[in-house]
């Protein structure tokens, strides 16, 4: 689980997917922005981001299909906990304009001391979350 | 344009199976990379070093040229000030994908592929950016 290869490959086709979206069309791939964007965005600046999107999507999803990668864990997550997480998610991404790969892979990549500052919150915040939830025991 | 959409589908698609190859569609990998008290896993930090490296390499390269291959322009966002409202939703997002795992690529991945999480995460996701939409205006 913990071998590099697949991590340094993943990554590595990442950026090669970030690279071939500024070439071609000039934009950023941040998956928050560009996904709200396909949803809430003018009319005419949406196919490229549903091209984006659907693309990730369904090769996304054909190569858990057919990569001989490590079987999916149990899909068992406490309902409440994921439907909260993913409003933070959402909420978060789009009020510091920036997720991980908007931030995270293409902010560092250029730099960016915005980015820089977000990464460093989102890690530092996201660390701490699971702390408490493996670690820290509430219940008395 | 035609093309620039072709373009724009295979650099999604790069993407999404760099994701699920370094298993980034796996929430539990990427919570045990946060959980650096528990049974660290290091993945991320792979994923992420290569991603950035690459990146980094062909964005100066493609930055000077004078357009994307396509037409148009660089939409390259301007260099800004760290203000509050990008550290407190950092800081938000940050909770939510540590509680969680799931950042919004793997998610609108593992969703693709049918994962049940997922289908609970995204919903909520699409929601709690919504709303942020509407209270920023």
């Given at each position: 689980m913990n071998d590099w290869a697949p991590g340094i490959a993943g990554g590595a086709l990442i950026g090669l997917g970030a690279a071939l979206l500024l070439w071609s069309v000039?934009?950023?791939?941040?998956i928050s922005g560009i996904a709200s964007g396909a949803l809430e965005g003018a009319r005419g600046d949406r196919a490229w981001r549903i091209a984006f999107l659907a693309g990730m999507m369904i090769a996304g999803a054909a190569a858990l299909q057919?990569?001989?990668?490590?079987p999916p864990r149990a899909?068992?997550?406490?309902t409440a906990l994921l439907a909260v997480a993913g409003l933070l998610v959402g909420f978060g991404t789009r009020l510091g304009s920036g997720c991980t790969s908007g931030h995270g892979v293409c902010g560092l990549a250029r730099f960016s001391k915005r980015s820089l500052a977000a990464v460093v919150a989102f890690m530092a915040f996201a660390m701490a979350a699971t702390f408490v939830m493996n670690h820290v025991h509430l219940s008395p | 344009m035609t093309r620039g959409i072709l373009a724009c589908f295979a650099s999604g698609a790069l993407f999404g199976v760099g994701l699920a190859v370094s298993s980034m569609t796996d929430r539990h990998v990427v919570l045990g990379f946060l959980d650096?008290?528990?049974?660290?896993?290091?993945?991320l930090v792979f994923v992420m070093a290569a991603a950035v490296a690459v990146t980094a390499i062909a964005y100066r390269l493609i930055l000077r040229r004078p357009a994307p291959a396509a037409g148009g322009e660089f939409h390259v966002p301007k260099a800004g000030a760290i203000d509050a409202r990008l550290v407190a939703g950092a800081a938000i997002f940050g909770v939510g994908w540590g509680l969680a795992g799931y950042c919004p690529g793997p998610a609108l991945v593992a969703v693709a592929a049918g994962l049940r999480d997922a289908w609970i995460f995204l919903p909520a996701m699409v929601a709690g950016s919504w709303i942020a939409g509407r209270l920023a205006r």
């Open positions: 000039g934009r950023i791939a941040g057919f990569v001989p990668l490590p899909q068992s997550g406490p | 650096v008290f528990g049974d660290w896993n290091p993945r």
